[in-house]
């Protein structure tokens, strides 16, 4: 099931105080750093059209919210949305999650990191470059705070169970842990615009949780 086009950005829209460029991130990346304010961070890795982003950035002004997403014309239009309803707490950035997570992020600086229906790479050959690997999952849980959680969710089986045991693994984190269903109130009470498009055909999600002790 191919994405569907993007409508086009107004050009009149200054998206430069939502879409950042790693090489001008600040290093160490915290929320401080980026936000001006030491509130609470939390990090969604492929934000993909940004619903997550701004729908939790609105429902929570006293957290902030970094996207990281590594097609660029993705993040632009998440940087879009963001600037449209004027959202200071949420920014995307367009770039690489491993090498932001690896090289910019500092331990314990994170309360939350979301990564919702990554690519799962199908062939065999490819699935070197999931996400869901020990390296990402290590980091991951280095940069939580104590309490700090991890969010995975998937549309793909074979690629749950192998991100469960990836984890389980390589991290110490207290899980997984049960995430239920929740009924959606309005036609875009989803995570994600892919949650949506999934339950709306009757697909199954699956869904978990992670607590760094």
């Known amino acids: 099931?191919?994405?569907?086009?993007?409508?086009?950005?107004?050009?009149?829209?200054?998206?430069?105080?939502?879409?950042?460029?790693?090489?001008?991130?600040?290093?160490?990346?915290t929320s401080t750093a980026v936000?001006?304010?030491?509130?609470?961070?939390?990090?969604?890795?492929?934000?993909?059209?940004?619903?997550?982003?701004?729908?939790a950035a609105a429902a929570q002004p006293d957290r902030a919210f970094l996207g990281i997403e590594v097609?660029?014309?993705?993040?632009?239009?998440?940087?879009?949305?963001?600037?449209?309803?004027?959202?200071?707490?949420a920014k995307i950035v367009a770039g690489d999650a491993m090498r932001l997570f690896a090289e910019f992020l500092p331990d314990a600086s994170v309360s939350a990191v979301h990564v919702y229906f990554p690519?799962?790479?199908?062939?065999?050959?490819?699935?070197?470059?999931?996400?869901?690997?020990?390296?990402?999952?290590?980091?991951?849980?280095?940069?939580?705070?104590?309490?700090?959680?991890?969010?995975?969710?998937?549309?793909?089986?074979?690629?749950?169970?192998?991100?469960?045991?990836?984890?389980?693994?390589?991290?110490r984190l207290d899980g997984p842990l049960p995430v239920p269903e929740q009924p959606a109130e309005h036609d875009l009470d989803y995570r994600t615009h892919f949650e949506r498009r999934m339950r709306q055909h009757h697909n199954r999600v699956f869904r978990s949780e992670f607590r760094k002790r």
């Open 35 to 55: 936000f001006g304010s030491p509130k609470p961070l939390e990090i969604e890795v492929g934000s993909g059209k940004g619903l997550f982003l701004q729908t």
């Open 71 to 89: 097609v660029r014309k993705y993040a632009r239009f998440t940087a879009a949305g963001l600037a449209e309803r004027g959202l200071t707490n």
């Open 1 to 29: 099931m191919g994405r569907r086009a993007l409508r086009p950005i107004d050009p009149n829209l200054d998206l430069s105080g939502w879409l950042l460029d790693p090489d001008t991130l600040p290093r160490p990346t």
């Open 119 to 171: 690519d799962p790479w199908w062939k065999q050959r490819h699935r070197k470059r999931r996400i869901m690997r020990e390296s990402f999952v290590a980091d991951v849980e280095r940069v939580l705070e104590p309490s700090g959680s991890f969010h995975f969710w998937t549309d793909v089986e074979e690629y749950f169970h192998t991100a469960m045991k990836v984890t389980t693994t390589y991290t």
